[in-house]
Nanobody, 128 residues
Framework: QVQLVESGGGSVETGGSLRLSCAAS????????MGWFRQVPGNEREGVVS???????TYADSAKGRFTISWDNSKTTLYLLIDNLKPEDTAMYYC??????????????????????WGLGTQVTVSS
């Protein structure tokens, strides 16, 4: 049974940092793409950054420079470090995963419809 559990969200002031975690279980860690998405009520879920287990990453233009994706050594936990947080980063952040070979995608996808498994999310609120 696949399970994704996010943690690390919270309320921070502008300029602060947060590291979100996504604990994954039930997946083949060698054939895996995972991504971080965020959603504000009334808006579509937005892809922030994704990574394949072979090391390739894809960053949304809005995420370049302040967001960093990484894995732990076992590739069972995915992290998202967000630096210099801004009020517009306020959203529910979701972790997602899809089992796939490295050749399936030219780069890890950032489209939500490419992902099969989802966590319940962790809320990030940034105050000005």
């Amino acid at each position: 049974q696949v399970q994704l559990v996010e943690s690390g969200g919270g309320s921070v002031e502008t300029g602060g940092s947060l590291r979100l975690s996504c604990a994954a279980s039930g997946l083949n860690v060698r054939l895996l793409s995972m991504g971080w998405f965020r959603q504000v009520p009334g808006n579509e879920r937005e892809g922030v950054v994704s990574a394949h287990s072979d090391g390739r990453t894809t960053y949304a233009d809005s995420a370049k420079g302040r967001f960093t994706i990484s894995w732990d050594n076992s590739k069972t936990t995915l992290y998202l470090l967000i630096d210099n947080l801004k009020p517009e980063d306020t959203a529910m952040y979701y972790c997602a995963a899809v089992a796939c070979s490295p050749s399936r995608y030219e780069s890890p996808p950032l489209s939500a419809d490419q992902y099969v498994y989802w966590g319940l999310g962790t809320q990030v609120t940034v105050s000005s």
